[in-house]
């Protein structure tokens, strides 16, 4: 196999569609994100390529005992009302820094294939401690995007992420960018410890507000109210380790 290879599995009219990324990364908060549109929208999306690169894990999925090799896909989803999509997901992102160059090359290859001319990438922003409030901050290419994202109640901080943003969601702005896309990161807030459907939701509505579509989250609220149960549990134990610590009395020896 070539270091990459892009299957054309389908060709599709798209009306000024958009390219939104969502593969894993801190809390899962973009893959969970794309991958719930995907399932609400099953009978009206369309598989249109599948990307192939020895930058993938040398492994292969494994359903029904059948095995299909690692690769990342992209599907078009067109709405009654709001913009065409092309929904990017996957199960892993490149292995080395050359190979996200190469893989969000490629993205932004099929985009343009589309006639794509904006990109949202969707992830998550670690706040290191579990949170109720899920607020979204945002990251643009260009100063002339802030305001749209700005009404729909994105947030732009300073300094924030610290660090920046890594992987493909960083390089679809800075390439982007550069190759005359409108590029924008949307990264719901999330303690970086679970996978974490509240902040996809997050994400996903503030994504409705910018590009018109609407989804309903019925499923995306059940996983919510697994992982709270989780959380539950977790926070029973630490209690209770809390509690089982020896005190200095306990310490002492008598004898």
């Known amino acids: 196999m070539d270091e990459l290879d892009i299957e054309t599995v389908a060709e ?6 958009v390219l939104v990324e969502g593969l894993p990364g801190v809390g ?7 991958d719930h549109v995907l399932e609400e929208c099953a009978g009206d999306c369309t598989l ?9 894990p040398p492994q292969v999925t494994v359903e029904d005992g059948v095995a299909d090799l690692t690769c990342t896909e992209i599907h078009a989803v ?18 080395t820094n050359a190979g996200h160059y190469v893989l969000t090359s490629a993205f932004l290859d099929v985009a343009e294939e589309f006639g794509a001319s904006e990109v949202y990438a969707l992830g998550g922003v670690p706040t290191g401690e579990l949170i109720d ?9 260009d100063e002339s995007l802030l305001e749209s994202l700005e009404e729909a109640g994105v947030e732009f901080r300073e300094n ?4 920046g943003i890594v992987g493909v969601s960083g390089l679809l702005l800075g390439l982007g960018e550069r190759r005359g896309f409108e590029a924008a990161c949307l990264m719901g807030e999330t303690s970086g410890y679970l996978v974490d459907p509240k902040s996809a939701r997050a994400v996903l509505e503030a994504l409705e507000d910018l590009l018109g579509f609407d989804v309903d989250y019925e499923t995306l609220d059940e ?7 989780v959380i539950g549990k977790i926070q029973e134990m630490e209690q209770q380790q809390q509690m089982d610590v020896p005190t200095d009395d306990d310490l002492r020896y008598i004898g």
């Not at 599709?12 to 569609?17: G, Q, S």
């Not at 709001?82 to 199960?91: A, E, F, Q, S």
């Not at 409030?133 to 290419?141: D, K, N, R, W």
Request: aromatic fraction near 6%; avoid cysteine.
């Open 12 to 17: 599709v009219d798209l009306d000024d569609p």
């Open 28 to 34: 899962h908060v973009g893959k969970l994100a794309v």
């Open 48 to 56: 249109v390529r599948r990307i192939y690169s020895q930058e993938f």
């Open 78 to 95: 067109s709405f009654p009302e709001g913009r065409d999509l092309l929904l990017l997901t996957g199960d892993h992102q490149a292995q």
């Open 133 to 141: 409030e899920y607020a979204v901050v945002g990251a643009v290419s």
């Open 160 to 163: 924030e992420p610290a660090g």
């Open 223 to 229: 996983r919510a109210d697994e992982m709270e149960d």
